[in-house]
């Protein structure tokens, strides 16, 4: 038994309601369950429960044995002062608060249907990587498509308090949340932290005053990345050097640990050389990146803004001092599909909340207009009907992923919850 599973028992009225009594004996009415408390304190609050002739309004505690009132120090917490219940699975022991007064204990075990006691531990304790994997093809297709959408919402929220808190270190600036936002994710799977840290290493006021040179922006990311410190015969690569050497010494900069970045298992096209030059012509050759990011309803909108190629060095060269055939290394749709969901949409999101004018229909209508991803946990989903027809139903997909099914929450998931409730 688990607390969780008598919280949610609790908050659904899961449970037989009639003839209930506290082990004192006293009849039991539940007017009112009280709203749940996410914050700390009492379990449920502003409940309503008619002990004997009584009223009481106040808050009820849920444990799963009497004795856990003790073990969490309860008795000697004000904010415990107004539990008029105390709902447990196993009575141990009366428990009493801060002034000494025994508080009436319901033991919900006599009450809860065996039924969905077992299923639920049908359900909990299934070893699969996907507990529901045998059923979730049975659940209402409306239940899946609205909770797909409430956790791509859920996602979306979890990411604008990371740009909540750049915004408080960068002063409001978005241009320079947008440049370690956009940094990162240039980096792809393997780099992203490498990325991150470049952009820590490389400050946006020095950044910014290079915009309008791609060569100097070049020098910049590369000397600071640590691309810069051999030297080689490449004349281009020189002339990067001797440029950084003089930016180097102008703005005090200090150089990252060579090996942050790597190339191992990467395509040639997603060498971090090639990212980094394809960075350099995106913030060099768009003026207002920013602005024109945010005004974007459609992913053809992106494609416009960001289809660009590295500069003319490139066309001959993955890394420096080694010539290949040529070849333009243009960003491709699919790179910039991925920019649309890690970036841009996100940013939308948080700029319009920012700015008061939140358009959920707009936001929805460009997720949805993106592929679905491609990875592995995708694809786990996908092999039980979990359908994943655009970036949203992906994204979806991620977020139950990490903070549904890895952390067994089940109670919290709609569709464990329309399979304990249907027992399937």
């Given at each position: 038994?688990?607390?969780?599973?008598l919280?949610?028992?609790?908050?659904?009225?899961?449970?037989?309601?009639?003839?209930?009594?506290?082990?004192?004996?006293?009849?039991?009415?539940?007017?009112?369950?009280?709203?749940?408390?996410?914050?700390?304190?009492?379990?449920?609050?502003?409940?309503?429960i008619?002990?004997?002739?009584?009223?009481?309004?106040?808050?009820?505690?849920?444990?799963?044995?009497?004795?856990?009132?003790?073990a969490?120090?309860?008795?000697?917490?004000?904010?415990?002062?107004?539990?008029?219940?105390?709902?447990?699975?196993?009575d141990?022991?009366?428990?009493?608060?801060?002034?000494?007064?025994?508080?009436?204990?319901?033991v919900?075990?006599?009450?809860?249907p065996?039924?969905?006691?077992?299923?639920?531990?049908?359900?909990?304790?299934?070893?699969?990587?996907?507990?529901?994997?045998?059923?979730?093809?049975?659940?209402?297709k409306?239940?899946?498509?609205?909770?797909?959408?409430?956790?791509?919402?859920?996602?979306?929220e979890?990411?604008?308090?990371?740009?909540?808190?750049?915004?408080?270190q960068?002063?409001?600036?978005?241009?320079?949340?947008?440049?370690?936002?956009?940094?990162?994710?240039?980096?792809?799977?393997?780099?992203?932290?490498?990325?991150?840290?470049?952009?820590?290493?490389?400050?946006?006021?020095?950044?910014?005053?290079?915009?309008?040179?791609?060569?100097?922006?070049?020098?910049?990311?590369?000397?600071?990345?640590?691309?810069?410190?051999?030297?080689?015969?490449?004349?281009?690569?020189?002339?990067?050097?001797?440029?950084?050497?003089?930016?180097?010494?102008?703005?005090?900069?200090?150089?990252?640990?060579?090996?942050?970045i790597?190339?191992?298992?990467?395509?040639?096209?997603n060498?971090?050389?090639?990212?980094?030059?394809?960075?350099?012509?995106?913030?060099?050759?768009?003026?207002?990146?920013?602005?024109?990011?945010?005004?974007?309803?459609?992913?053809?909108?992106?494609?416009?803004?960001?289809?660009?190629?590295?500069?003319e060095?490139?066309?001959?060269?993955?890394?420096?001092?080694?010539?290949?055939?040529?070849?333009?290394?243009?960003?491709?749709?699919?790179?910039?599909?991925?920019?649309?969901?890690?970036?841009?949409?996100?940013?939308?999101?948080?700029?319009?909340?920012?700015k008061?004018?939140?358009?959920?229909?707009?936001?929805?209508?460009?997720?949805?207009?993106?592929?679905?991803?491609?990875?592995?946990?995708?694809?786990?989903?996908?092999?039980?009907?979990?359908?994943?027809?655009?970036?949203?139903?992906?994204q979806?997909?991620?977020?139950?992923?990490?903070?549904?099914?890895?952390?067994?929450?089940?109670?919290?998931?709609?569709?464990?919850?329309?399979?304990?409730?249907?027992?399937?």
């Open positions: 038994m688990k607390e969780d599973f919280h949610y028992v609790w908050k659904n009225g899961l449970f037989q309601q009639e003839n209930l009594k506290t082990t004192e004996g006293e009849p039991i009415k539940i007017i009112n369950k009280g709203i749940p408390n996410f914050d700390a304190g009492p379990d449920f609050v502003n409940a309503q008619l002990i004997g002739d009584i009223l009481w309004g106040g808050n009820v505690e849920i444990h799963k044995s009497s004795s856990d009132w003790y969490h120090h309860h008795e000697k917490n004000p904010a415990y002062d107004n539990v008029i219940l105390h709902v447990v699975y196993e141990n022991m009366p428990v009493y608060n801060r002034n000494n007064s025994q508080i009436p204990t319901l919900l075990s006599k009450h809860i065996k039924k969905l006691l077992k299923d639920y531990n049908k359900l909990i304790k299934n070893k699969a990587i996907l507990r529901c994997q045998n059923h979730i093809k049975d659940v209402d409306f239940t899946i498509v609205q909770f797909k959408y409430r956790l791509f919402i859920e996602r979306l979890h990411k604008y308090q990371i740009v909540k808190n750049l915004l408080l960068t002063e409001n600036d978005w241009d320079q949340v947008l440049y370690e936002t956009l940094l990162k994710y240039f980096g792809g799977v393997v780099n992203k932290d490498a990325f991150e840290l470049l952009a820590g290493f490389l400050p946006f006021r020095v950044f910014r005053k290079y915009t309008d040179n791609p060569f100097q922006l070049e020098a910049l990311l590369f000397g600071v990345s640590g691309f810069l410190k051999e030297p080689k015969t490449d004349k281009y690569y020189q002339a990067l050097q001797n440029e950084f050497t003089y930016l180097k010494e102008k703005h005090n900069l200090a150089i990252m640990p060579a090996h942050m790597k190339f191992h298992r990467l395509r040639p096209l060498f971090p050389t090639i990212r980094l030059a394809q960075f350099a012509q995106v913030c060099s050759k768009t003026e207002n990146l920013f602005e024109k990011l945010m005004q974007i309803k459609k992913p053809e909108d992106a494609y416009a803004i960001l289809e660009m190629e590295a500069g060095y490139w066309d001959t060269h993955y890394n420096f001092d080694k010539t290949t055939k040529t070849r333009k290394k243009r960003l491709g749709k699919n790179f910039i599909d991925i920019l649309l969901i890690n970036v841009i949409v996100p940013l939308k999101f948080a700029y319009q909340k920012y008061g004018n939140y358009n959920e229909t707009e936001i929805i209508d460009l997720i949805e207009s993106v592929k679905p991803e491609k990875n592995k946990i995708v694809n786990i989903f996908t092999k039980i009907d979990l359908i994943a027809k655009n970036a949203l139903d992906t979806a997909i991620i977020q139950l992923n990490e903070n549904y099914c890895q952390k067994n929450a089940c109670l919290r998931c709609d569709v464990g919850h329309f399979i304990i409730r249907k027992g399937l």
